[in-house]
T-cell receptor
């Protein structure tokens, strides 16, 4: 297992378009997290899955954002009707269980023009 | 409002010098972690501390968790250009599972 994989690494989109990002966690990890990081800031929590169940969503996750983790494996994060303020690095992390270390992916850098 | 405050925000030093980065909060954390992040990459875990007063050493890096589990520090001895990066502290509150991050300290070590 090569760790947490995220695809694409970079995405440039026009304002108003929809985008979808994918995260493949470490295979035995049942917990998966999405974070967003803007320039000069630390990552901010967006949402969390335990297996296929989405257990928490941050207030940062507006109605335009939706995340899924079908079958408890990979996860997708979709942003509808993108806005310039959505430009950020979207990070995915996974962990084996509560209290276990996170492993982060390399992130997807989104630029909305 | 950020749970964890890091200082300084930026640090630029000469190779061979020492540096210390601080992470403070008014909240008690069940564990605290330090990450290093390079441009365009995700954070990479350096260390996890869980016991108040704990000190961990990783080669030239020394990590300390405050007695009250509200603060931490990262000390680098004889810094090298390869230590350049964004250093992030992150903590987990009791009865929580998600990490809360500080804003980070950008460290630049000049050759």
């Amino acid at each position: 297992d090569t760790g947490v994989s995220q695809d694409p690494r970079h995405k440039i989109t026009k304002r108003g378009q929809n985008v979808t990002f994918r995260c493949d966690p470490i295979s035995e990890h049942n917990r998966l997290y999405w974070y967003r990081q803007t320039l000069g800031q630390g990552p901010e929590f967006l949402t969390y899955f335990q297996n296929e169940a989405q257990l928490e969503k941050s207030r940062l996750l507006s109605d335009r954002f939706s995340a899924e983790r079908p079958k408890g494996s990979f996860s997708t994060l979709e942003i509808q009707r993108t806005e310039q303020g959505d430009s950020a690095m979207y990070l995915c992390a996974s962990s084996l269980g509560q209290g276990d270390d996170y492993t982060f992916g390399s992130g997807t850098r989104l630029t909305v023009v | 409002t950020q749970l964890l405050e890091q200082s300084p925000q930026f640090l630029s030093i000469q190779e061979g010098e020492n540096l210390t980065v601080y992470c403070n909060s008014s909240s008690v954390f069940s564990s605290l972690q330090w990450y290093r992040q390079e441009p365009g990459e995700g954070p990479v875990l350096l260390v996890t501390v869980v016991t108040g007063g704990e000190v961990k050493k990783l080669k030239r890096l020394t990590f300390q968790f405050g007695d009250a589990r509200k603060d931490s520090s990262l000390h680098i001895t004889a810094a090298q250009p390869g230590d350049t990066g964004l250093y992030l502290c992150a903590g987990t509150l009791p009865n929580d599972y998600k990490l809360s991050f500080g804003a980070g300290t950008t460290v630049t070590v000049r050759a």
